[in-house]
């Protein structure tokens, strides 16, 4: 099992170019997540999608759209990139969003974008 | 709002101590509380998951205790080694499904 996986591992960007971050996980989980990791800021959840078919708005949505493709796949697209959005972007899994068993995020290695 | 508190925000310790690390929080509301790990430049590890009904769990070397009415959890990791060295992470649950996580603690185990 490879888990969580991330497609790129690094990008950089010029001011209003666009791009779509790729995940996938093996695990059958239900839920995923996208989060971004900046320094004193603690990691903060952008969207979410709780099952198949159902994406929700996080703490820091604007400047973010999601698809949830599959059951495996949730990507995360930049539509114009600002240099506010460079940041560690991780993706996660869990079986269920809330509620039932034990619910455990697991995480992937993370994508390293900077924003020019 | 949750907010998550992780204090120190650095630890440096000599090999083979035992040591504490603290998470508080100040919605006692929660459904579960998780330790990661994070090494530098890579994703975050599982360490252990508590749920809000659990008081404690324990694996290996690592014990990790909740106290909800307090809004407090501790990490204890006993007999440290230089590979413990990392960034430790909280995040709590709450019954809506989102999780806070805390700034972390970075520990240093010198051997």
Same mark, same amino acid.
């Given at each position: 099992n490879a888990g969580v996986t991330q497609t790129p591992k690094f990008q950089v960007l010029k001011t209003g170019q666009s791009m779509t971050l790729q995940c996938a996980q093996d695990m059958n989980? *239900? $839920?995923?997540?996208?989060?971004?990791?900046?320094?004193?800021?603690?990691? #903060?959840?952008?969207?979410?999608?709780? $099952? =198949?078919?159902?994406?929700?708005?996080? =703490?820091?949505?604007n400047g973010? *759209?999601? $698809? #949830?493709? *599959?059951? #495996? =796949?949730?990507s995360l697209r930049l539509e114009s990139a600002a240099p506010s959005q460079t940041s560690v972007y991780f993706c996660a899994s869990s079986e269920y969003f809330s509620g039932g068993r034990t619910n455990e995020q697991f995480f992937g290695p993370g994508t390293r974008l900077t924003v020019l | 709002k949750q907010e998550v508190t992780q204090i120190p925000a650095a630890l440096s310790v000599p090999e083979g101590e035992n040591l504490v690390l603290n998470c508080s929080f100040t919605d006692s509301a929660i459904y579960n509380l998780q330790w990661f790990r994070q090494d530098p430049g890579k994703g975050l590890t599982s360490l252990l998951l508590i749920q809000s009904s659990q008081r404690e769990q324990t694996s290996g070397r690592l014990n990790a205790s909740l106290d909800k009415s307090s809004g407090r959890s501790t990490l204890y990791i006993a007999a440290s080694q230089p590979g413990d060295s990392a960034t430790y992470l909280c995040a709590v649950k709450g019954n809506a499904g989102k999780s806070t996580f805390g700034d972390g603690t970075t520990l240093t185990v010198k051997p």
């Open positions: 989980h *239900n $839920s995923m997540y996208w989060y971004r990791q900046d320094p004193g800021m603690g990691l #903060r959840l952008i969207y979410y999608s709780a $099952s =198949e078919g159902t994406t929700d708005k996080g =703490e820091v949505p973010y *759209n999601v $698809s #949830r493709l *599959n059951k #495996r =796949e949730f | -």
